[in-house]
């Protein structure tokens, strides 16, 4: 995909090169959900990796960040209260430390002009997230920030955390090659801001408190499976940049993410009622839904069957 232009204006934060900060290694560090999955030797543990049902209810029920492979919730950042804008050379500095950083900035960057220009066509008020950046162990506003945790999005703080070894994992471990499939990752965090933005994120959240493990656990497939449909939404307000192969790859991803998949490899069985993100074919298909409209409209997941 084509994201060369990037913007030196955009909300970045980076704390990788700050060293290895203390209170992450226990629960007590306030990041439960994280901490705990940690425990699974998968980067993408957050999601559910494995069908280990009690770690994937703590994870739900008790973790503050939403991610492309993590389960969890949290209610909506408080206006006013998103990270600092850096910009300016801050953000060009972080933005250019290597490739996967300058494609997380292009990526975010893109992602940030287009739901801002389809908030203002819909008469809804925009805020832009930041784009956070850490290695190995970080701290977010919805507690530690841990590379086992693959990227994820608090919405305490409205941050996208990102520790860019994930993409290398994506590629190796996961098959998913390519710039566009990084950039769904991007995306796919962007679309759980559109949800916080919106309320579905608290109005979710609300239901979980109130429903079983099996009910929970099906309400946060909905979520996540509506934030790859925003992110081919994104993808489809960008198609002129789009280039051959680009959708493969990102479908690609969205395969080797699904909680089916995830799971078959982790254990050789699957554990449907303990699915968090939604299978393999779900997934693909939520994020081709949002490519094929680009209509923010059409990714309602949570009417109807999925």
């Known amino acids: 995909m084509r994201l060369d232009d990037f913007d030196p204006n955009i909300n970045v934060g980076d704390q990788r090169g700050e060293g290895r900060s203390g209170g992450f290694g226990s629960l007590g560090g306030g990041g439960g959900g994280g901490m705990l999955l940690g425990l699974i030797p998968f980067v993408f543990s957050r999601f559910g990796c494995g069908g280990v049902a009690v770690l994937l209810l703590v994870a739900v029920f008790f973790s503050g960040g939403l991610g492309l492979m993590t389960g969890g919730s949290g209610g909506p950042a408080p206006m006013g209260q998103v990270a600092p804008q850096a910009g300016g050379t801050g953000a060009t500095a972080s933005c250019t430390v290597d490739s996967a950083s300058r494609a997380a900035c292009n990526a975010y960057s893109s992602a940030n002009k287009t739901w801002a ?5 819909a008469g809804k008020r925009y805020q832009e997230p930041s784009l956070q950046f850490f290695a190995r162990e970080g701290r977010s506003g919805c507690g530690a920030a841990q590379s086992a945790m693959g990227p994820f999005y608090c919405p305490t703080d409205a941050g996208i955390y990102l520790d860019t070894s994930f993409f290398a994992e994506l590629a190796q471990r996961f098959g998913a ?10 995306a796919h965090e962007f679309g759980h801001h559109i949800q916080n933005l919106l309320g579905t994120s608290d109005q979710v959240q609300q239901q979980m408190a109130r ?13 996540e499976l509506q934030a790859d449909c925003y992110a081919g939404v994104w993808g489809a307000q960008n198609r002129d940049r789009l280039e051959p192969g680009d959708i493969e790859e990102g479908l690609t991803a969205a395969q080797a993410i699904g909680d089916d998949t995830l799971q078959r490899e982790a254990q050789g069985r699957i554990v449907p009622d303990s699915f968090t993100h939604g299978t393999s074919a779900e997934r693909m298909a939520w994020l081709k839904r949002g490519l094929d409209s680009g209509d923010p409209s059409q990714c309602d997941t949570f009417s109807g069957a999925i």
Request: proline content about 0%.
């Open 177 to 186: 090659r390519g710039d566009f499939a990084q950039d769904y990752v991007i």
């Open 211 to 223: 429903a079983s493990r099996t009910e929970g656990n099906a309400l946060s497939v909905r979520l």
């Open 117 to 121: 220009a389809l908030f203002q066509q």
